[in-house]
C-alpha cells in the first residue's frame, strides 16, 4: 500500500523560497507521475506542475514558470516541490499526489501548510 | 477564476438526491478529456470519489455517479447521508497554453 508523506508546516518571509517534500513509501511510483497542487485558504485546488517519476521529466503551470522547481531523489522515493520569490498571496495548502492515468490523481499526501508573513 | 464553473453550494435533506454540475469548454471537458470528481472534508486532503466521467475507485459507495455530455459533467449523489457533507471539485485536463490540470471551483454539499 502506497502512502505519500509530506514534510511540515513552514513559516516563510516574503522573498524567500520554500521546498517541501513528498516522501513514497511501499512500493516504488515508477510507472506514475508526481503532481502538486495548492489550495489557499477557502479556496479551490490550483494545479501547478508534475514530474515522471521514471525519467524526471517534468511540466509546469504556465501561472508559475520560473519560480517553481519540482525535482525528484529516485533512491530514497522521494518527490520535492520549491518555489522561490514567495509573496503572501502563496500562503496555501501544498499537496503532491500521484497520477496513475494521465491527470487522475488516485492517491494525495496529507497536505503541507506554508504561510508567508512579514 | 476556475477553469472548471461548479455551483458554490448545495444542499439536501438526508436520503434525497442532489447532483453537482461542472462546466468546462472546448480546451479542457469538450475536447473529450475525462472528468474526475474529489471529495473534501474539512481539514483533509481530497479524496478520489469518481474517475474516467463514471467510474467509481474500491470503497466509494454507489450512492456516488458521475456523468458527462459535451462540455460539461455532474456527479450525483442520491440517499444522502451526514457523512456526505463535504466539499466536491470535479477536475480534467486542458489542452491551452502549456496543458495542465484543472480544477472546478468546488461545491459545498451541506446536508440539512
Known amino acids: 500500500q502506497v502512502q505519500l508523506v509530506q514534510s511540515g508546516a513552514e513559516v516563510k518571509k516574503p522573498g524567500a523560497s520554500v521546498k517541501i517534500s513528498c516522501k513514497a513509501s511501499?512500493?516504488?511510483?515508477?510507472?506514475?507521475?508526481i503532481h502538486w497542487m495548492r489550495q489557499a485558504p477557502g479556496e479551490s485546488l490550483e494545479w501547478m506542475g508534475w514530474?515522471?517519476?521514471?525519467?524526471?521529466?517534468?511540466a509546469y503551470s504556465h501561472r508559475f514558470t520560473g519560480r517553481v522547481t519540482i525535482t525528484r531523489d529516485a533512491s530514497a522515493n522521494t518527490f520535492y516541490m520549491s518555489l522561490n520569490t514567495l509573496r503572501s498571496d502563496d500562503t496555501a495548502i501544498y499537496y503532491c499526489?500521484?497520477?496513475?492515468?494521465?491527470?487522475?490523481?488516485?492517491?494525495w499526501g496529507q497536505g503541507t501548510l506554508v504561510t508567508v508573513s512579514s | 477564476q476556475s477553469v472548471l464553473t461548479q455551483p458554490p453550494s448545495v444542499s439536501g435533506a438526508p436520503g434525497q438526491r442532489v447532483t453537482i454540475s461542472c462546466t468546462g469548454s472546448?480546451?479542457?471537458?469538450?475536447?473529450?478529456?475525462?472528468v474526475h470528481w474529489y471529495q473534501q472534508r474539512p481539514g483533509t486532503a481530497p479524496k478520489l470519489l469518481i474517475y474516467g466521467n463514471n467510474d467509481r475507485p474500491s470503497g466509494v459507495p454507489d450512492r456516488f455517479s458521475g456523468s458527462k455530455s459535451g462540455a460539461s459533467a455532474s456527479l450525483a449523489i442520491t440517499g444522502l447521508q451526514a457523512e456526505d457533507e463535504a466539499d466536491y471539485y470535479c477536475q480534467s485536463y486542458d489542452n491551452s497554453l502549456t496543458g495542465s490540470g484543472v480544477f472546478g471551483g468546488g461545491t459545498k454539499l451541506t446536508v440539512l
Open positions: 499526489a500521484r497520477d496513475s492515468a494521465s491527470y487522475l490523481f488516485d492517491l
Open positions: 472546448s480546451s479542457n471537458i469538450g475536447a473529450g478529456y475525462d
Open positions: 514530474i515522471n517519476t521514471g525519467n524526471g521529466l517534468t
Open positions: 511501499g512500493n516504488t511510483l515508477t510507472r506514475f507521475a
